[in-house]
């Protein structure tokens, strides 16, 4: 097939890449003419395991292409993917600005049928005002031409996006059109041959599917992290509370690990988002209002840490930080748990000496130069001169330490892990003081109690 995907964020050349790799000819659309520049080198401006070489090798095939040409990308392809951001708005909504734009775009230069496919993450109605867009510019241009809206959703986690494409679970299609539920199986068929995956339902049911999946993640984890905050209360190890409710097959081991607060591109936009979309239509919706409110609360637990660990007192405090991205295999920091602790620790007057394997140029990109923040080479380095340590992302080159070099390296032997990657009794023994989430923290500085 012949496929057009506006957008070369990660869910555009996610999609791109593996379409291409599947066979069809994609062409890739984006305004920014020196990402397209780049992409047309082989070079991906974002990292994601896997991408760059799935890149490479279909521009040297040819089966992918870049364009800035609107003009161009509505001529290429049958299927017109939308897939540029929806960045929340100043109330928390979804901004449709793009996704609009895209579709005006379309009806201005389209000349036979398209289908066009919501394949970023809009609030139930965006297809109809999808529809209504390119209906108007066609009205506009005084021609009529057939075309179809339909909604696809994407479920790709940043750092397995490539393994949720090509691997995942169910392939949502809203449409009630035949000839649409046609196109899209063979969109798809690579990846639709061991076992049916594709799922047709209405339109909006498909647009409500992807913000009801996320919310249900994100209630997840942030039930987990009030239960953890009620543990470190009781006396109670969270990590034995996570255990013992993960062999209960009806809830899982899944998305049940308590931190300092889930971010990202999508959880936090898709939680506040949903929550407006309830409150428009005249519902109060108290769950998903929760479910944020505990996240903003917990992104403040390593700052609170540090400040019980040093009786406030943490002006001049130098803090190495390990981990700058949202999660691991990413180098995303949108709402990530190190920014509100990094700006926490600015205000309050101490440095920060940040180490993180993928999204260092990021925090530059984010930060600048900055006297009170030193980017350093590796986690080891991160340690010098610092009064303490914080986790702030579970990369797998920070589960594995040597404690007494810690013990020996930090200033003061503080750890604050805010993803609870060691055992508490192993830490303490080596003489260091811990602070993790859910599981019993040691005592401040001055000795006196924690809690």
Same mark, same amino acid.
């Given at each position: 097939?012949?496929?057009?995907?506006?957008?070369?964020?990660?869910?555009?050349?996610?999609?791109?890449?593996?379409?291409?790799?599947?066979?069809?000819?994609?062409?890739?659309?984006?305004?920014?003419?020196?990402?397209?520049?780049?992409?047309?080198?082989?070079?991906?401006?974002?990292?994601?395991?896997?991408?760059?070489?799935?890149?490479?090798?279909?521009?040297?095939?040819?089966?992918?292409?870049? &364009?800035? /040409?609107?003009?161009?990308?509505?001529?290429? @392809? %049958? #299927?017109?993917?939308?897939? =540029?951001?929806?960045?929340? !708005?100043?109330?928390?909504?979804?901004?449709?600005?793009?996704?609009?734009?895209?579709?005006?775009?379309?009806?201005?230069?389209?000349?036979?049928?398209?289908?066009?496919?919501?394949?970023?993450?809009?609030?139930?109605? &965006?297809? /109809?005002?999808?529809?209504?867009?390119?209906? @108007? %510019? #066609?009205?506009?241009?005084? =021609?009529?031409?057939?075309? !179809?809206?339909?909604?696809?959703?994407?479920?790709?986690?940043?750092?397995?996006?490539?393994?949720?494409?090509?691997?995942?679970?169910?392939?949502?299609?809203?449409?009630?059109?035949?000839?649409?539920?046609?196109?899209?199986?063979?969109?798809?068929?690579?990846?639709?041959?061991?076992?049916?995956?594709?799922?047709?339902?209405?339109?909006?049911?498909?647009?409500?599917?992807?913000?009801?999946?996320?919310?249900?993640?994100?209630?997840?984890?942030?039930?987990?992290?009030?239960?953890?905050?009620?543990?470190?209360?009781?006396?109670?190890?969270?990590?034995?509370?996570?255990?013992?409710?993960?062999?209960?097959?009806?809830?899982?081991?899944?998305?049940?690990?308590?931190?300092?607060?889930?971010?990202?591109?999508?959880?936090?936009?898709?939680?506040?988002?949903?929550?407006?979309?309830?409150?428009?239509?005249?519902?109060?919706?108290?769950?998903?209002?929760?479910?944020?409110?505990?996240?903003?609360?917990?992104?403040?637990?390593?700052?609170?840490?540090?400040?019980?660990?040093?009786?406030?007192?943490?002006?001049?405090?130098?803090?190495?930080?390990?981990?700058?991205?949202?999660?691991?295999?990413?180098?995303?920091?949108?709402?990530?748990?190190?920014?509100?602790?990094?700006?926490?620790?600015?205000?309050?007057?101490?440095?920060?000496?940040?180490?993180?394997?993928?999204?260092?140029?990021?925090?530059?990109?984010?930060?600048?130069?900055?006297?009170?923040?030193?980017?350093?080479?590796?986690?080891?380095?991160?340690?010098?001169?610092?009064?303490?340590?914080?986790?702030?992302?579970?990369?797998?080159?920070?589960?594995?330490?040597?404690?007494?070099?810690?013990?020996?390296?930090?200033?003061?032997?503080?750890?604050?892990?805010?993803?609870?990657?060691?055992?508490?009794?192993?830490?303490?023994?080596?003489?260091?003081?811990?602070?993790?989430?859910?599981?019993?923290?040691?005592?401040?500085?001055?000795?006196?109690?924690?809690?």
């Amino acid at each position: 097939m012949r496929i057009t995907i506006f957008g070369t964020g990660y869910v555009g050349l996610v999609t791109g890449a593996c379409l291409a790799d599947a066979g069809h000819d994609v062409m890739c659309m984006d305004i920014d003419e020196q990402k397209v520049a780049r992409l047309k080198q082989g070079e991906i401006p974002i990292y994601e395991p896997g991408l760059e070489t799935l890149v490479t090798e279909n521009v040297g095939q040819q089966r992918l292409l870049f &364009t800035t /040409d609107a003009a161009e990308a509505v001529a290429f @392809g %049958t #299927l017109q993917f939308i897939a =540029v951001g929806t960045p929340p !708005d100043e109330d928390g909504s979804a901004d449709l600005q793009y996704v609009l734009a895209v579709a005006k775009a379309i009806g201005q230069h389209m000349d036979e049928y398209k289908v066009v496919v919501d394949k970023s993450t809009v609030p139930v109605g &965006t297809a /109809d005002r999808v529809h209504e867009a390119i209906s @108007g %510019t #066609l009205g506009e241009r005084g =021609v009529a031409l057939d075309f !179809d809206v339909c909604s696809n959703p994407e479920f790709l986690k940043e750092g397995a996006a490539i393994e949720d494409f090509t691997h995942g679970a169910r392939i949502v299609v809203g449409t009630d059109s035949e000839q649409v539920k046609t196109l899209m199986r063979e969109c798809y068929a690579p990846y639709n041959r061991r076992v049916e995956k594709l799922m047709f339902m209405d339109v909006r049911s498909a647009e409500l599917t992807k913000y009801a999946a996320n919310a249900m993640l994100a209630t997840k984890i942030s039930f987990m992290n009030e239960i953890a905050n009620l543990a470190e209360r009781l006396g109670a190890d969270i990590e034995q509370v996570r255990r013992g409710i993960g062999s209960d097959p009806r809830i899982g081991y899944h998305f049940i690990y308590p931190g300092c607060g889930y971010g990202g591109s999508c959880f936090p936009k898709d939680v506040q988002a949903l929550a407006r979309t309830a409150s428009q239509i005249g519902y109060d919706p108290q769950l998903l209002n929760a479910v944020e409110a505990v996240n903003d609360r917990q992104k403040s637990t390593l700052f609170d840490k540090l400040g019980q660990a040093f009786d406030g007192q943490l002006d001049g405090k130098t803090v190495a930080v390990w981990g700058l991205a949202f999660k691991p295999n990413t180098d995303d920091m949108r709402a990530a748990p190190s920014r509100h602790l990094m700006e926490a620790l600015w205000a309050a007057g101490a440095k920060v000496r940040a180490y993180d394997p993928e999204a260092m140029e990021e925090c530059r990109r984010i930060y600048g130069e900055r006297a009170d923040l030193t980017l350093v080479g590796g986690r080891d380095e991160a340690l010098q001169e610092a009064d303490a340590l914080v986790i702030c992302t579970e990369w797998k080159s920070f589960r594995t330490v040597d404690f007494g070099h810690l013990q020996r390296t930090l200033r003061t032997p503080v750890i604050v892990d805010g993803r609870n990657l060691f055992e508490p009794e192993q830490v303490r023994a080596a003489g260091l003081l811990y602070f993790a989430v859910g599981r019993g923290d040691s005592l401040r500085i001055s000795g006196r109690p924690a809690h």
